[in-house]
C-alpha cells in the first residue's frame, strides 16, 4: 500500500512524496521547493528514488535542479515539455507505464492537456497525481490549451475508479468549494464538503486528498453531464448549453471572473 504524504511549499503548492513501509526510498513529486524536501528527506531518513513531473511550471520544477545535486535521480516527465523543465531522464506521453521498483509500483500516464499543452498525470493503485489538472472540488485554470481539450483531460480522469485519491498540486479547496456552492447551491454533498475541509483546515491539515467519488458529486469541472450544473452554465451564458466542453468553458470562465 503507497503512502502518500505532503510537503507544503510556496504559499499553497503541495509536493507529494510517495513512500511505501518497505522502503527507504520514495518518489517526489512536482518539486516546486528544495529546501522543504531536503528537510523532510533528513527528518525522516529517506532517500530519492526518483522525481515526477506533471508539467512545466516553476512552482512544479523549481527545486528540481537544487534536490538533484544532493539528491540523484532518475526524473520522469512530459515529452512534449522535456526542453522547458531540462534534465528528464524518462520523456513520458500518454498510455506510457513504467514501474518504480522501490515501491513496487506500476504507474500509468494519462495526457491532460489544457492547463499546460503538455501537462501530464500519473496513476498508480488508487492514486492520481494530477498536477494542476484536477484539484479537490476545482481544477487548474486553461493557460495553453483550450477547454474543449481540458475538458476532455478532466473526462479522462473522471474514468478512473471511484475509490481513486487525487492528490492535486495546491491547496485551493474551500475557494474552489465556495466556487461550486454558488454554481449549484442545492447541492447537500457540498455543504457536507465545505464542513469537512474547514474542519482540516482549521487544525492546519491539507484538505487533500480528494476522493474521486466526492469529486463527482461536488467537483463542477467533473459535472457538465449534471441537470443542474448544465443549467447554472446556461444561465449563465444566456442561452441552453448541452456541449460539455462548452459547458466546461462558461463554468473556467466564470470561476476566473470571481
Ligand atoms: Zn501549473
Ligand atoms: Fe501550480
Not at 528527506?41 to 535542479?65: C, E, F, N, P
Not at 496513476?123 to 484539484?135: C, I, N, P, Q
Not at 443542474?228 to 476566473?256: T, Y
Amino acid at each position: 500500500m503507497l503512502e502518500v504524504n505532503a510537503v507544503p511549499a510556496l504559499s499553497d503548492n503541495y509536493i507529494w512524496i510517495v513512500a511505501t513501509g518497505d522502503s527507504k526510498h520514495v518518489a517526489v513529486v512536482d518539486p516546486g521547493e528544495a529546501e522543504p524536501v531536503a528537510d523532510h528527506l533528513a527528518q525522516h531518513g529517506l532517500k530519492v528514488g526518483a522525481y515526477l513531473i506533471t508539467h512545466h511550471h516553476g512552482d512544479h520544477v523549481g527545486g528540481l535542479k537544487t534536490l538533484l545535486a544532493e539528491h540523484p535521480a532518475p526524473v520522469y516527465g512530459p515529452a512534449a515539455e522535456a526542453d522547458r523543465i531540462g534534465g528528464l531522464d524518462h520523456r513520458l506521453t500518454g498510455g506510457d507505464r513504467f514501474t518504480l521498483d522501490f515501491l513496487g509500483a506500476a504507474f500509468e500516464v494519462i495526457d491532460v492537456p489544457g492547463h499546460t499543452l503538455g501537462h501530464i498525470a500519473y496513476a498508480t493503485e488508487g492514486v492520481l497525481l494530477a498536477g494542476d489538472a484536477l484539484f479537490r472540488a476545482g481544477c487548474g485554470r486553461v493557460f495553453e490549451g483550450t477547454h474543449e481539450q481540458m475538458q476532455r483531460s478532466l473526462a479522462r480522469l473522471k474514468a478512473l475508479p471511484d475509490d481513486t485519491r487525487v492528490y492535486g498540486g495546491h491547496e485551493y479547496t474551500q475557494k474552489n468549494l465556495a466556487f461550486a456552492k454558488i454554481v449549484d447551491p442545492g447541492n447537500t454533498a457540498i455543504d457536507a464538503a465545505i464542513e469537512h475541509v474547514d474542519a482540516l483546515r482549521g487544525q492546519g491539515r491539507p484538505s487533500l486528498p480528494g476522493l474521486l467519488a466526492e469529486e463527482k458529486r461536488i467537483n463542477p469541472f467533473l459535472r457538465w453531464d449534471d441537470d443542474d450544473v448544465r443549467a447554472a452554465a446556461s444561465r449563465r451564458a444566456g442561452r441552453e448549453l448541452n456541449d460539455p466542453g462548452e459547458i466546461f468553458g462558461v463554468l473556467r470562465d466564470w470561476k476566473d471572473a470571481i
